[in-house]
């Protein structure tokens, strides 16, 4: 027996996919993504102001990373104290 007490080869095979996914791939597939639908809206200019702010607001973290700020103490510079390095030289690989 394998860890865990599995079975060796039971269930399913790693990286397949379930009916239900393959099914959302398929359906997904036919139209436009939830994004694209997003973007769409946000540039009709015909649309209401307010829904292409929505719009805008929704897909934002799909196209932009969010920005952060480090700061140290009292909005200083980053320090770092108690640090140290240790250079770890690897073993040569035996010869079996």
Known sequence: MSRGGKRNGAGRP????SQVTEEAIKRAGKGET?????LRIMRD???ETERRD???VGAAPYMHAKAIE???EG???VTFAGLERVIVK???PSDR
């Open 14 to 17: 790693k990286g397949a996919k």
């Open 34 to 38: 939830p994004l694209e639908y997003m």
């Open 45 to 47: 200019e015909g649309a």
């Open 54 to 56: 929505r719009m805008a």
């Open 70 to 72: 480090v700061t140290g």
């Open 75 to 77: 909005g200083g510079p």
């Open 90 to 92: 690897a073993n040569p």
